[in-house]
């Protein structure tokens, strides 16, 4: 009676382990993604009338070889904000590093980048990206009290004569090898303000660009690459990736591939922050900016599995994308971000 009990159990035990071996192996053909045909821009339920009046999109000037930069402000849709020209010379190259972005980290550390930086050869021109009034130059940005040591090196924090949506904008430039403006002082867009540098925690010459939203101390950051203005004919892709049950998916790779010309951009996901990381819209947690406008591939692995998706990047506004773990990639924005989705 026990051996034949035993029989049973075993038997049945092979009848489990062979359905979940099928079920298994269905079970990821079945996920496969789809190429969604719903390519629905962001939803626009309010118009935010930005404190600037919209502006035709033309180029300021024509430099040779040089793909000149969308006049500011640019607003082509209700939740853009390219309020910022770009605080390098526009005959240099003024594109954002893409080797440690917006919202990167080094896990050994604990320092979220808050910036973006571009890199310059040294003691080239820093420029005001927009108007408005000195309120700090000299050392200990982040320290206070001129310390010589801070990682901002010598900086500049300007607080800007526009807003957003009544909220204060204020832009910091780091590692400078000189300040010419002093507190207090009013600066026009594209005013020289100082010299690049090597000072402060910087492994080669660079301007660390900041947007800082209504504290000045830095307590409500956003990514640069949303607030300049891009080059003419190029866009900006902002993306949330989470995961199936709506988790952020934080310091993830994923590749975004020009189906025209090959070109790769290879992105990873923010540092697992809270959301005063993320634009208060898009809510997202990866930007890339400064994209050529045309048909792209975004690719990504997750759970041991490739997801593909077509996308095309309209130039001089954002475009957006989501991916929701096994539900793939879609674009448009996601209904049911909230902050608990950012508390990891
Ligand atoms: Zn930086």
Redesign the pocket.
Known sequence: MKIRISQIIRMVLTMVWVFLTVIGWLYPFSVEQVQADDQTPPSTEEFLEPVFPMTTVEPDQELEGQTPLYNVPLALNPHDHFYFARPIAFDSNTAP?RD?GYGFYYPEETEV?????IGSPMYKPVLAAGDGQVVFTGFGLMNGGGDINDPYGLAILIRHSFSYEDKTIYTVY??LDSSEVEKGQIVKMGEEIGKIGLTG??SGP?V???VRIEDSKGGRVQNPELWMAPPVGSGVLAGSLKSTFGYFLSAQKLWLKSLDTGFKYEITTYAPVKHIYADDYFKENFVIGDIPGGEYEISMIYKNKWFRYNLTIAPGTVNFVSFEGMNGFKTGLTSTTNEEDFLQ
């Open positions: 590093s440690f980048h808050t910036g973006v930086d780091a590692h925690n910087t660079h660390h660009f900041e």
